[in-house]
């Protein structure tokens, strides 16, 4: 089961007690006898308790409980992670004669269990697991990744994959797939066309005030 970080997780801890008596919700469980001295019978009892600014993907909690002189513990697994929230394929850019995907991973934890996988055409093009990470919050991961043209990937299709693997249980989010094109300007390129349009437009106001200018003489001496 996820939990949202720093978010607290509550753990039901259940005990039987072959003494007699009750836990209650309170930080101690205690217990009591009933009048007259006679034993009741043996029950089960769950008690909530808060764990606060969990930072372990996973742990073991232990709970100890007395109760007419008796303890008793029970152990409860925590394991607490935060899916990606988003996933988040940027335009495929070409520069010269490569393409290169930007794929971003938001609010993830823990990193070191991610793998991001890049896919073209439903086929994997790259694969980068995180392991090396080993931080104890939330995260955002952004993987960049550049590889050559080539004339049949006009309308491919591309897609950014992230998986958290956590011992068996995985958690698998992506991205809305973006189609590669040989026409995608790059930054660069969009500068330079910029310019070059607004170095055209001056040209062309230059020639229209010119002409303007000699129209408007020969009417005067017209």
């Known amino acids: 089961m996820g939990f949202l970080l720093p978010l607290s997780l509550l753990v039901l801890l259940a ?12 930080r101690a469980a205690r217990a009591q006898r009933p009048r007259g001295g006679s034993s009741p019978a043996p029950s089960e009892t769950t008690a909530p308790f808060w764990l606060l600014d969990v930072k372990t993907w996973s742990s073991d909690v232990h709970c100890f409980l007395t109760c007419a002189g008796v303890t008793r513990g029970a152990m409860a697994r925590i394991n607490a992670y935060k899916g990606p929230q988003s996933v988040i394929l940027e335009p495929p850019i070409l520069e010269g004669r490569q393409h290169t995907l930007r794929c971003h991973v938001t609010h993830v934890f823990p990193v070191g269990f991610l793998v991001v996988t890049l896919r073209r055409g439903g086929r994997v093009i790259y694969s980068e697991s995180l392991e090396r990470f080993t931080g104890l919050d939330l995260a955002n991961v952004t993987l960049t990744y550049a590889f050559p043209a080539r004339p049949n990937d006009l309308g491919q299709l591309v897609t950014c994959h992230a998986h958290l693997n956590l011992d068996g249980l995985v958690v698998h989010s992506s991205s809305a797939p973006m189609a590669l094109s040989f026409f995608t300007w790059n930054t660069t390129s969009k500068a330079l066309a910029s310019a070059s349009i607004a170095a055209l437009v001056g040209i062309l106001l230059a020639v229209g005030a010119a002409c303007l200018r000699k129209y408007l003489l020969m009417q005067s001496r017209a």
């Open 15 to 26: 005990a039987t007690y072959t003494e007699g008596g009750s836990a209650r919700r309170h």
